[in-house]
């Protein structure tokens, strides 16, 4: 496969980066997993489990035959451990706290046995089983480095591979920086074939870092990698040679992830520095509700699906995509092309071109000139911003394009917080609140002004009570009620505005079995079950 980034660590718990992610996913487990054909929600690390007459508790039965790769028993200790002193300990930056807290309040982790753990919920908790997919992590080999202070940079990329245990069907086998990670089959996996045999069936599973998505194509073209996300512009150009190249192209619909932009408003000043993280001048600006309506106005989306998707894409206006199943709305505000709307809504907002110099200023005659970050290595996202970027320019807006590397745009977003503006993607859900680290107030993912000691608009405060109130719904109507509302509002008020949603295609060569891909799971969601086929003789 290919990857367009280094891995930033080998920490799954602090991760917030796909170049991360994707790697350490093939290496930890969590209680349960969500079925990449049915979307259901089946047992993992647990064989089952048993609700409560409330709702509010759950006892979890861990399989007896498990073990870490290294050879140690996995057991209860291993799933309190993750909770009580990875994920609910505050100086550990996690994004699964924020799922994991309701109004305020974590879930109690309690062991029965060696083989069974209790759950107690503060409230009720709708997605909880789905929510135990949420990796655990081996104590034995992790609870010294949080006791001494030191778990933020445990697990680094300068770790030996054999240094980092879990219990996936995968163990890192070797990382070269810029070049490759490699993982090797785990012996010690828990799962079996219905013959009995050991699973996974394949020995190894090579990442190579490749930045830049065009060289990816070559490498597909080439034989070097076996699996290439398609870009709306290789489609006529991969199609045709399916049988020449031995490889199929399979088209699941509109993607999971997301295209947008989004301005900084983040008004916090830097304890340390006792300066604002951001500039007061630009916040204003990017703070005015007009603004963001005049840029959702001023992006031609459907150009952005002719020319950068190859007409192999779909506008998105709502906050889910329509492949994330039943909590999709359409029923939302959508904002059309239009540069004399946009226009007239920057005039309404003070900014007008009173020079006449071809771009917009604000009430104190200072020009409106920001800076538009994105990354190099998605070349079809780079294509879209230098679109938005004419289109804005269009309207008078004066848009420094700028392209930094994926994981200095990440830091940028979730540590420095000095930017004006991003075009960035995030991946979906098919549940809501698993997104509750992007959309809750307090959280470290809130793009547009994260960590608020308490909500800075009625709007964002309204989301935060739908997340709190949505998350303990059962009736699954009332649920969907919210969520609309939800993407109602993210609509309405624009903290992210969004572009185009592509379709979800991807060619994989022939010679693997028990392929069968999904629009939720992609290619390989069952990775374990799938081998490579024995060469047939030529005749």
């Known amino acids: ?126 997605p909880f089983l ?21 778990f933020n940079s445990t697990w680094g990329v300068d770790t030996p591979p054999g240094q980092i245990v879990g219990t ?17 089959r785990n012996p010690n996996y828990w799962k079996k074939d219905a013959a009995g045999s050991r699973l996974p069936y394949l020995d190894e599973i090579v990442f190579l870092i490749v930045q830049n998505q065009d060289v990816s194509f070559l490498k597909f073209q080439e034989g070097e990698i076996d ?34 932009l989004t301005f900084n408003m983040n008004t916090d000043v830097d304890p340390k520095t006792g300066k604002p993280y951001a500039d007061p001048l630009k916040i204003g600006w990017f703070s005015d509700q007009k603004f963001r309506q ?15 998707l190859n007409g192999l894409g779909y506008p998105q206006d709502s906050s889910m995509s329509p492949s ?42 200072r020009t409106v000139e920001f800076s538009l970050l994105t990354n190099p290595g998605s070349t079809e996202r780079v294509k879209i911003a230098e679109i938005v970027r004419k289109d804005l320019e269009g309207i008078g807006l004066k848009v420094n394009l700028t392209l930094i590397e994926f994981n200095a745009l990440v830091s940028k977003l979730t540590a420095s ?21 992007v959309w809750q107030s307090g959280s470290h993912l809130h793009v547009w002004h994260p960590r608020q000691a308490k909500p800075a608009t009625d709007w964002e405060k309204e989301i935060d009570d739908i997340f709190t109130k949505g998350v303990q719904e059962y009736d699954p109507a009332k649920r969907k009620a919210l969520y609309d509302r939800w ?16 379709e979800s295609i991807f060619a994989v060569r022939n010679k693997f079995g028990n392929l069968r891909p999904t629009p939720y799971g992609g290619p390989f969601h069952n990775i374990e079950e799938i081998y490579v086929k024995e060469e047939q003789p030529k005749r």
């Open 1 to 126: 496969m290919s990857t367009s980034s280094d891995p930033k660590s080998f920490n799954i718990i602090i991760a917030k980066e796909t170049s991360t992610t994707a790697i350490v996913d093939l290496v930890f487990e969590g209680l349960t997993r969500t079925n990449g054909e049915t979307t259901e929600v089946e047992p993992s690390l647990a064989k089952g489990w048993i609700p409560g007459p409330d709702g509010l508790s759950w006892v979890f039965f861990l399989r007896d035959d498990l073990s870490w790769s290294d050879g140690a028993p996995f057991t209860a200790d291993d799933v309190v451990f993750t909770f009580r002193k990875l994920i609910f300990n505050k100086d550990i930056p996690n994004s699964l706290r924020d799922i994991f807290t309701i109004e305020g309040k974590a879930i109690a982790v309690d062991k029965i046995d060696d083989h069974t753990v209790k759950f107690t919920l503060p409230v009720r908790f709708a």
């Open 130 to 150: 789905r929510s135990m997919s949420a990796p655990i992590l081996p104590k034995h080999i992790l609870e010294k480095a949080v006791d001494e202070g030191r």
């Open 294 to 308: 005049a840029v959702a106005h001023a992006i031609d989306k459907r150009s952005l699906i002719d020319i950068v």
């Open 168 to 184: 996936g069907p995968f163990m890192l086998a070797r990382y070269t920086p810029g070049q490759q990670v490699v993982l090797k």
């Open 324 to 365: 994330e199943g039943v909590f999709f709305t359409d029923k939302v505000r959508k904002y059309e092309y239009d540069t004399a709307k946009a226009r007239q809504l920057l005039k309404e907002a003070g900014f007008e071109d009173r020079n006449g110099d071809g771009f917009v200023e604000d009430t104190q005659g």
């Open 487 to 502: 993407q109602q509002i993210v609509a309405e008020q624009l903290p992210v505005i969004y572009t185009v949603l592509s």
């Open 417 to 437: 917080y000095d930017w004006d503006c991003m075009l960035m993607g995030l991946t979906g859900s098919i549940e809501p609140h698993f997104g509750a680290n």
């Open 227 to 260: 699996l290439y996300d398609l870009r709306g512009s290789d489609y006529p150009l991969l199609k045709p040679r399916e049988k020449q190249g031995d490889f199929t192209v399979y088209r699941v619909g509109p993607a999971f992830g997301t295209n947008f």
